[in-house]
T-cell receptor, first 114, second 115 residues
Framework: GAVVSQHPSWVICKSGTSVKIECRSL??????MFWYRQFPKQSLMLMAT?????????EQGVEKDKFLINHASLTLSTLTVTSAHPEDSSFYIC??????????FGPGTRLTVT | AQTVTQSQPEMSVQEAETVTLSCTYD???????LFWYKQPPSRQMILVIR??????QNATENRFSVNFQKAAKSFSLKISDSQLGDAAMYFC????????????FGAGTTVTVRA
């Protein structure tokens, strides 16, 4: 089946620094990837849609200058959390849309901001 | 945006028994897809089952089956012969067949399996 990887799986950073999370589709090309945020015991909240070669589309209420998304190739999208603060601590999940239109999810990244 | 409602925050089932998770959704579209995803403690999202709205036949995948009632906008998941490995959070999700391919998720139901 289609595989999506995320790196890192867990990152701890200090308040005020930036952290980059990578999402890769390993065995298919993904023109569209999605980034979600999930708090413990809650549902996935869509943050943005990442389209290869164009600007990301952010959901209402998501700060585009804080959560920078770059989809530079058909297999890689990155989410950069800029000037991270403790309230940005969360679980971030990406998914990639395969040519069949199915979405495949990465294993997620736990971000802890101290 | 479509609304997906899961009214059961938690469900408990005895091993080998059957449990049914409910899901309702709101849409004005006639063509769409519905999904059930499982999120175990590892937090990896796993697709359990998929239903296309234009297909009247209910989807089944081994011990997992759905009851799709299009007119009632209801999409329940039945887990038969529950196993300890079925313990997880289950999310119902909706996706339009034509637009931006975004998934709309319900709030989730935590399933506990008692040995």
């Amino acid at each position: 089946g289609a595989v999506v990887s995320q790196h890192p799986s867990w990152v701890i950073c200090k308040s005020g620094t930036s952290v980059k999370i990578e999402c890769r589709s390993l065995d298919f090309q993904a023109t569209t990837m999605f980034w979600y945020r999930q708090f413990p015991k809650q549902s996935l909240m869509l943050m943005a849609t990442s389209n290869e070669g164009s600007k990301a589309t952010y959901e209402q209420g998501v700060e585009k200058d804080k959560f920078l998304i770059n989809h530079a190739s058909l297999t890689l999208s990155t989410l950069t959390v800029t000037s991270a603060h403790p309230e940005d601590s969360s679980f971030y999940i990406c998914s990639a849309r395969a040519p069949t239109y199915e979405q495949y999810f990465g294993p997620g990244t736990r971000l802890t901001v101290t | 945006a479509q609304t997906v409602t899961q009214s059961q925050p938690e469900m408990s089932v005895q091993e080998a028994e059957t449990v049914t998770l409910s899901c309702t959704y709101d849409t004005s579209e006639s063509d769409y897809y519905l999904f059930w995803y499982k999120q175990p403690p590892s937090r990896q999202m796993i697709l359990v089952i998929r239903q296309e709205a234009y297909k009247q036949q209910n989807a089944t995948e081994n011990r997992f089956s759905v009851n799709f009632q299009k007119a009632a906008k209801s999409f329940s998941l039945k887990i038969s012969d529950s196993q300890l490995g079925d313990a997880a959070m289950y999310f119902c999700a909706y996706r339009s067949a034509w637009s931006d391919y975004k998934l709309s998720f319900g709030a989730g139901t935590t399933v506990t399996v008692r040995a």
